[in-house]
């Protein structure tokens, strides 16, 4: 009985070698990122996870370094995204798993205003493109944010070639937008009703002084990551009797200096300070007056 039943397991052991070395469905099972009902539909050493063949052995470094870099670009800081998927690929002892490698060419994009980002970006994203199947979520985003190098001047055609190409920006780079014209707005903080102060607030609102305003704006954004730029100018007009009897006096204007400010704070309020004096100190002054200019840039 005992050598019976090792002479059926042996023969049901080649069986079963025989049914996998013949099993029709060895070429349709799925590869990675191709959609499953279960780990069934996929192919060796991927189970399925949320309708998607994924492979199951990672590293938890290189994982984590991807999740940091998701996080900063979430934060809209490209330069930290990029720094934290290099970091990433290089913790993979082989290639990159394809979910890291495109979402390190995401970042590459949107860190676009860099040329070498912008190149190296659209080869990350095209390797991305081929290692992605057809409708799956990778790789239209692959795709989108492949357009998004369009102004960069990347060539399109070099996608439809199924290998990397030397070099994917050979096309002319679009102009660059005109700059963003931010809202303005001054508001006086206490009111002040003397007769000829509207023209101060006018004056830092004026379209001429938008461009170092938006300047201003450009600087303390990308410090801060906000999109509004608040800076309260203190300003005062007194009377100065004239040292001559046969002339009359005049209202002298001060700009007073900030208190209480720090970091970007302090450097947008020398920013705005820098564009407004001369302007400021050139408006007819009517009346005595002290208030405080709020100045709101958005």
């Not at 042996?10 to 279960?38: H, N």
């Not at 998927?85 to 860099?114: N, S």
């Not at 912008?118 to 990778?138: D, F, K, N, T």
């Not at 450097?267 to 208030?291: I, N, W």
């Amino acid at each position: 009985m005992h050598r019976y039943a090792l002479v059926l397991v042996s023969l049901a052991a080649a069986c079963d070698a025989r049914a996998k070395a013949g099993d029709p469905r060895a070429d349709t099972l799925g590869k990675e990122y191709e959609s499953c009902a279960s780990s069934a539909d996929c192919d060796d050493k991927l189970r399925c996870f949320d309708h998607a063949c994924r492979r199951t052995t990672r590293n938890t470094v290189g994982d984590y370094y991807a999740a940091l870099g998701a996080s900063e670009l979430a934060k809209n800081d490209p330069t930290a995204a990029i720094a934290a998927y290099e970091q990433a690929i290089g913790h993979y002892e082989q290639a990159a798993p394809p979910d890291v490698d495109c979402a390190y060419g995401a970042a590459l994009a949107a860190g676009r205003a860099k040329k070498d980002n912008a190149e190296l970006g659209a080869r990350v994203l095209h390797r991305c493109v081929m290692a992605a199947p057809v409708g799956s979520a990778l790789r239209d985003k692959a795709l989108a944010d492949l357009a998004v190098l369009s102004d960069a001047g990347l060539d399109p055609l070099l996608l439809g070639a199924n290998k990397l190409a030397d070099v994917y920006l050979k096309l002319a780079p679009a102009a660059p937008a005109s700059p963003t014209d931010h809202a303005v707005t001054v508001t006086a903080n206490p009111p002040v009703t003397a007769a000829g102060f509207q023209a101060f607030p006018d004056k830092v609102a004026s379209a001429e002084l938008h461009a170092q305003l938006n300047a201003c704006w450009d600087a303390y954004s990308a410090a801060t990551k906000k999109d509004t730029m608040v800076v309260t100018l203190p300003i005062r007009t007194a009377y100065v009797p004239s040292q001559y009897d046969d002339e009359p006096g005049g209202f002298a204007f001060q700009l007073e200096p900030a208190t209480g400010v720090s970091g970007a704070d302090a450097a947008a309020d020398s920013c705005v300070r820098a564009a407004v004096s001369e302007p400021l100190g050139k408006v007819p002054r009517q009346a005595g007056f002290q208030t405080k200019l709020v100045v709101t840039v958005k």
